[in-house]
């Protein structure tokens, strides 16, 4: 996909306006992502259109449900390659964001990729979600968390709600089993202070499967003793 192609691809689904230097640096990204995946496993999709279309695209489409996310503080919980987090980074540069990857493999690309891309107001936090959730820094400190293919709901619950502050939110990337996925959560989301906002439909452009957004409000606080220890929440999760 040319990045004129890709620029007016965003504009008219999400009418967002990139600058130049904007689409440049999404294709950089692009270029490192492509050039570090030959010699380590960072994505199955190995080709332009393909990242464009399930990495970036699917990225942004929180803004379908979000709006924009100028100035907002944002922690992306088990980043991987940087999604969604570093979409949403290059595309409203006031994003004051965290990516929080336990694979120390992982974040030397990520690493890499914040230095080429010259980022601001960007945090790299190596280590489990369960430990980092539990550090004042980042406690309740987040206007938003988001997850994209992490854990089903019920673990993902605990992993995203004691990083986003009362009135902030918490955002679950899904596919089509979302609703029966909520269900199951629904013990966790209240227990870990949630309540569940809405489920949003998006068709992103050119992905076959349409994606599920879960909206998670925070309403109350997370009760200290969450997250348990690293693994507790995958092995013996809250239903």
Known sequence: ???????????????????????????????????????????????????????????????????????????????????????????????????????????????????TLDLSDVRLVVERAERVARLPEHREQYTLALARGVAPMPTLAEYLLPFVRVGGHAVAYKGPKAPQEVWEAQRAIETLGGRLERIVPVDVPHLPARRMLVLLAKVAPTPARFPRKPGIPAKRPLV
């Not at 379908?64 to 992306?76: C, I, K, T, W």
């Not at 999604?83 to 990516?99: E, Y």
């Open 1 to 115: 996909m040319h990045p004129a192609q890709f620029r007016d691809l965003v504009r008219d689904w999400l009418g967002l306006s990139l600058t130049p230097k904007q689409e440049a640096q999404f294709f950089t990204f692009l270029d490192l992502l492509l050039q570090w995946n030959e010699r380590m496993n960072l994505t199955a999709h190995r080709t332009p259109e393909r990242v464009v279309v399930y990495h970036f695209l699917d990225s942004l489409s929180v803004v379908e449900a979000l709006g924009p996310l100028e100035g907002l503080s944002l922690v992306d919980v088990g980043t991987g390659a940087g999604f969604p987090g570093l979409p949403l980074k290059l595309a409203f540069p006031s994003l004051q964001l965290t990516l929080v990857e336990s694979s120390a493999k992982i974040a030397r690309f990520l690493e890499q990729a914040l230095s």
